[in-house]
């Protein structure tokens, strides 16, 4: 069974909590950068070339990572770009690119984060930075069930994959699409039952225990 | 049916419990059974006969729920239990009542385990997991955290305590899910398909675990040779009835009944014949 991407964080000397503070930063620095301010943005993107290259991340596994989500950001300039009001000034085209591109850099950064300090050091940040623990909880409870929802992926990929003759073209898409829905439905069916095997032991609804001391989990 | 206790207290009784889900469907119609304290009972029917939408009513999940066409689906004659009908309750687990009053010690009582462990094991660590119910008990983190790591000890999983729920192996994962069970302090299990999805040797391990415990135990299963080994009496529901309530070995020995209700008679028991169905 294929599983998930699950590369080992590589824990950096410098503490996650000024990392994630630090990304933070950068992330609403480039969000405030104007639209059609390449020099800006080009800065920003070569300082966190940079840090990536200080935390010793390998370029081929921070990118297959931002590739997963450059769709997503491109879809969200191309649909922001249309009612945009700098739209006039920058044309369709020049308003979606600058908002890809100053949502790839910051998407970049995330994902540099998360691929320098892993889920557990992060969460563990989190908690020390003071976020409220049912957040932190809900979020190591997402990290877990992301897993399980990848697995279902793969399983409905590969079956689909077995019985198609072709997967190339429209048809193609609309397979992907329909493919998506059924795994959203089971992700819900999925979640009804989590609930249930919670309420089962005791659970009233209220707040989860917290996770875990950071450094305990082990594969 | 009544508000008051039954006379005797049965570790488990259910009485006319009727039950719809949400599109109309009837999943039970009926259900009468008495589970002594500490006896061995397997549920066993086809598919879709409601196998599991009993146990979860011993746990009290049901009624109530909404999504997976299992809530709110009542029928006009159809008893609740916990409804507020002037029927009353219609489920007892060690003569209290499983109302919403009684959840709470209900789900101390009742230790449900899932088929798919996934569905249980929803924290970052396998400890935290176990320690979960403890926790929900309002056991000190320090408290529960000891009584998980019996648990894991129990069902030989102490090294995998720290572990992270994704990495173990399905009989593993089965394992970690019967210790968060144990840990709630249960005097009633009930087991949905304990064994299925299982390799030989993962469903023998498990088998011998279930084997050793004392608790009373209802386990809804297809896998019947398992309950030739564990269970003195079966209980088969179809179509939301129970259809045969008797030692397993003459019920899952009787061809008739088996095939009428979708099943068969187990390979061990092939050679025997003992004599008309019954229903």
């Not at chain 2, 009908?85 to 009742?110: F, H, Q």
């Not at chain 2, 299982?198 to 297809?222: K, N």
């Not at chain 2, 179809?238 to 009787?254: F, I, N, Q």
């Amino acid at each position: 069974m294929p599983s998930t991407d699950s590369i080992a964080p590589l824990r950096p000397r410098i503490d996650a909590r000024i990392a994630l503070l630090t990304t933070l930063v950068f992330a609403v620095s480039v969000a405030l950068i104007p639209l059609g301010q390449w020099r800006a943005l080009g800065v920003a993107a070569l300082a966190l070339a940079a840090a990536g290259g200080y935390l010793g991340v390998a370029p081929e596994v921070w990118m297959r990572r931002w590739l997963g989500l450059s769709l997503l950001v491109g879809m969200l300039g191309l649909l922001v770009g249309l009612g945009h009001p700098a739209r006039a000034e920058l044309g369709w085209a020049g308003v979606a690119a600058a908002i890809a591109a100053k949502n790839a850099v910051m998407v970049g950064a995330v994902v540099l984060l998360s691929t320098a300090y892993g889920i557990d050091a992060l969460l563990d940040a989190l908690r020390r930075l003071g976020l409220p623990a049912p957040l932190v909880s809900t979020l190591a409870f997402m990290e877990r069930y992301l897993h399980v929802l990848a697995d279902e992926r793969d399983r409905m990929l590969l079956a689909r994959r077995a019985r198609s003759v072709r997967s190339g073209g429209w048809r193609g898409w609309l397979d992907r699409g329909r493919l998506l829905g059924a795994l959203f439905v089971r992700a819900l069916e999925r979640g009804e039952r989590i609930e249930a095997a919670m309420v089962a032991r005791g659970w009233d609804g209220q707040d989860l225990p917290p996770p875990s001391a950071p450094g305990r989990r082990r594969s | 049916m009544t508000n008051e206790r039954p006379e005797a207290n049965p570790a488990v009784r259910v009485s006319g419990l009727v039950f719809h889900y949400a599109d109309g469907r009837p999943a039970l119609r009926g259900v009468e059974m008495a589970i002594e304290s500490g006896e061995s009972v397997a549920l066993i029917g086809p598919n879709g006969a409601g196998k599991s939408t009993l146990l979860w009513h011993l746990n009290g999940l049901l009624p109530g729920r909404r999504g997976l066409g299992l809530g709110h689906g009542h029928g006009p004659n159809a008893v609740g239990v916990g409804s507020t009908s002037a029927d009353g309750p219609c489920v007892w687990i060690d003569g209290l009542p499983v109302t919403p009053k009684n959840y709470r010690e209900i789900r101390r009582r009742v230790g449900l385990l899932f088929q798919d462990p996934d569905d249980q094991l929803f924290s970052p660590t396998v400890l935290e997991d176990v320690a979960f119910g403890p926790r929900n008990q309002g056991l000190p983190a320090a408290e529960a955290e000891r009584m998980a790591r019996d648990c894991l000890e129990r069902v030989d999983l102490a090294d995998a305590a720290d572990r992270v729920p994704h990495h173990l192996s399905f009989g593993e994962r089965k394992r970690a899910c019967l210790a968060g069970v144990l840990a709630c302090g249960p005097s009633v299990l009930a087991l949905d398909e304990p064994t299925a999805n299982l390799d030989p040797r993962a469903r023998r391990r498990f088998i011998e675990l279930i084997g050793g415990l004392s608790a009373t135990r209802l386990i809804a299963t297809h896998d019947l040779e398992m309950v030739l080994d564990l269970c003195p009496r079966s209980i088969v529901l179809d179509r939301g009835l129970v259809v045969a309530d008797g030692p397993s070995m003459e019920l899952l020995a009787d061809a008739r009944l088996m095939e009428s209700h979708g099943l068969e008679v187990p390979y061990r028991l092939r050679e025997c014949d003992v004599g008309p169905g019954r229903s």
